[in-house]
């Protein structure tokens, strides 16, 4: 199930599952509880802000966003009652290639489906630890231009997140809120203080 962080001003109000960040906020507002400055939910997979629908009553928002995490779950499910190996999750789609590619995959031993399966298992191992941390940088990317862009050194942790350089990244977030800082380098892979 994804994760999601609710954000006011420079702290964490809450973190969970969309449900019951959405049912959190909506209390909040109707208690008359409202927040001093906005509020702001980000994605913790991806790093992207979210806005949430909090019209209606509890039940309703509860619903609402409850059935938002279901699609996923349902799709899995009708995937893997199509044709094909469904116990082996194979799912049928598209590749587009160029005559000279299809004749080569037509002499590889198991076809081209063994061919191209072979192929990116192999792409897979020799870029495995570079695709994760490229989707780290891009996921803390994103999460710090949400919740930081307006602090300062915020340029300059951005350069030494793409470099790389952690002793540079936690230098220049050294002075930024404390929950935002324990978020960013929870977002890149390190350990908070």
């Known amino acids: 199930m994804k994760n999601y962080?609710?954000?006011?001003e420079d702290r964490i109000l809450k973190s969970g599952a969309l449900e019951e960040i959405a049912v959190y906020l909506k209390e909040h507002y109707d208690a008359r509880k409202v927040f001093q400055g906005q509020f702001l939910v980000i994605d913790d997979l991806v790093g992207d802000a979210i806005?949430?629908?909090?019209?209606g009553t509890k039940s309703a928002v509860k619903e609402r966003y409850t059935k938002l995490e279901l699609p996923a779950e349902e799709e899995k499910q009708a995937e893997s009652r199509s044709r094909g190996r469904p116990k082996l999750g194979v799912v049928s789609k598209e590749v587009t290639l160029l005559p000279?590619?299809?004749e080569w995959l037509a002499l590889q031993p198991g076809g081209a489906s063994v061919a191209l399966r072979k192929l990116i298992d192999e792409a897979r191992k020799q870029s495995g630890s570079q695709d994760q941390m490229r989707v780290m940088q891009e996921r803390t990317y994103k999460a710090m231009s949400n919740i930081a862009a307006h602090l300062p050194h915020y340029e300059d942790a951005l350069r030494a997140l793409f470099a790389l350089d952690q002793a540079k990244y936690m230098e220049m977030i050294e002075t930024w809120p404390v929950d935002y800082r324990h978020y960013l380098?929870?977002?890149?892979?390190l350990a908070s203080a």
């Not at 962080?5 to 006011?8: A, M, N, P, Y």
């Not at 806005?51 to 019209?55: E, G, H, R, V």
């Not at 380098?185 to 892979?189: E, S």
């Open 185 to 189: 380098m929870r977002m890149a892979g």
């Open 51 to 55: 806005d949430l629908d909090l019209s």
């Open 100 to 102: 000279r590619h299809w």
């Open 5 to 8: 962080t609710v954000f006011c």
